[in-house]
């Protein structure tokens, strides 16, 4: 069974830098995005950034010039850059992958979620 899991949140001041890790385990067939989620306490689950299989890259207006997404070489893990850290930036932040088994059924997965805080 495929399973993701997120690392390297924490505690960081404004301004700061932190980079998310998401490891993905399992057989996957086929992968046609891994995306970035976050949702803060009392808000709506948002989309922060996307890379396609074919490395294709897109992101929130609210992180563009601050985020970077991308991947290992080996495709197994998916990296969320994150600088120039504001406030409003902390929430719990999911991996999701949109991937595709064997038969080609499209499938999502859900990581456990790492915790991000950014605060003085």
């Known amino acids: 069974q495929v399973q993701l899991v997120e690392s390297g949140g924490g505690l960081v001041q404004p301004g700061g830098s932190l980079r998310l890790s998401c490891a993905a385990s399992?057989?996957?067939?086929?992968?046609?995005?891994m995306i970035w989620y976050r949702q803060a306490p009392g808000k709506e689950r948002e989309l922060v950034a996307a890379?396609?299989?074919?490395?294709?890259?897109d992101y929130s207006d609210s992180v563009k010039g601050r985020f970077t997404i991308s991947r290992a070489n080996a495709k197994n893990t998916v990296y969320l850059q994150m600088n120039s850290l504001k406030p409003e930036d902390t929430a719990v932040y999911y991996c999701?992958?949109?991937?595709?088994?064997?038969?080609?059924?499209?499938?999502?997965?859900w990581g456990q979620g790492t915790q991000v805080t950014v605060s003085s």
């Open positions: 399992g057989s996957i067939f086929s992968i046609n995005a």
């Open positions: 999701n992958l949109d991937a595709y088994d064997s038969n080609w059924y499209r499938t999502d997965y």
């Open positions: 890379i396609t299989g074919g490395g294709s890259t």
